[in-house]
Structures are given as C-alpha cells and as structure tokens.
C-alpha cells in the first residue's frame, strides 16, 4: 500500500528557506521518479519538480533557481530545499511519482506560508 508522508512546511518570512522531507513507500519509491507538488487555496495542484532514481532532475519555471529536489533511495526520502521564497509560493506541498494524478494515493501535504 502505498504511503506518503510529507513534513517540514511551516510559517516563513519572505526571502527565507525551508527543507521539506518526504517519505514514500518501497514500492512506489523504486518504480517511479518521484516529484514534488503544491495546491494553493482555489487553484489546481501543480507539479513543481521531479527526480529520477538516478538523480537527474527537471523544474517548472516558477521554481527554477529557488526550489532543489534531492532523494536518499536507502532511505525511502524526497527533500525539496526551498529558497528566495515568495507570497506566491505559500501552498500547501505534496510528495508523489511523477504523473501522480487525483485518483492516485495521496499523503496530508505539509502546509508552507510566505508571509511577514
């Protein structure tokens, strides 16, 4: 069964940093590249970045040069290093494959706030 469990968000100043960690099940860790996602209040959920298994990784635009997408395979984990974060980017953050969609398994998210 797959399992998802996403934490480190929290209240931040603009300008500041955030490390979220994400552990997934074996199964679904193994098979997929694994991405890192975020819904904001009345908006779809957006995928933000993904990574391989090998470790090679792709950014939307909104992220790039901010956001660093990292995974520990021994250990199950995804992290997203955030940066330079925005009023824009407070959201709340999801882990999942890549090409996750509505139907598929999601964990709680962990809730991000920019804000002074």
């Known amino acids: 069964q797959v399992q998802l469990v996403e934490s480190g968000g929290g209240l931040v100043q603009p300008g500041g940093s955030l490390r979220l960690s994400c552990e997934a099940s074996g199964d679904l860790f193994s098979i997929n590249p694994m991405g890192w996602y975020r819904q904001a209040p009345v908006k779809q959920r957006e995928l933000l970045t993904t990574i391989t298994s090998g470790g090679t990784t792709n950014y939307a635009d909104s992220v790039k040069g901010r956001f660093a997408i990292s995974r520990d395979n021994a250990k199950n984990m995804v992290y997203l290093q955030m940066s330079s974060l925005k009023p824009e980017d407070t959201a709340v953050y999801y882990c999942?494959?890549?090409?996750?969609?509505?139907?598929?398994?999601w964990g709680q998210g962990t809730q991000v706030t920019v804000s002074s």
């Open positions: 999942n494959a890549a090409g996750a969609g509505p139907n598929d398994p």
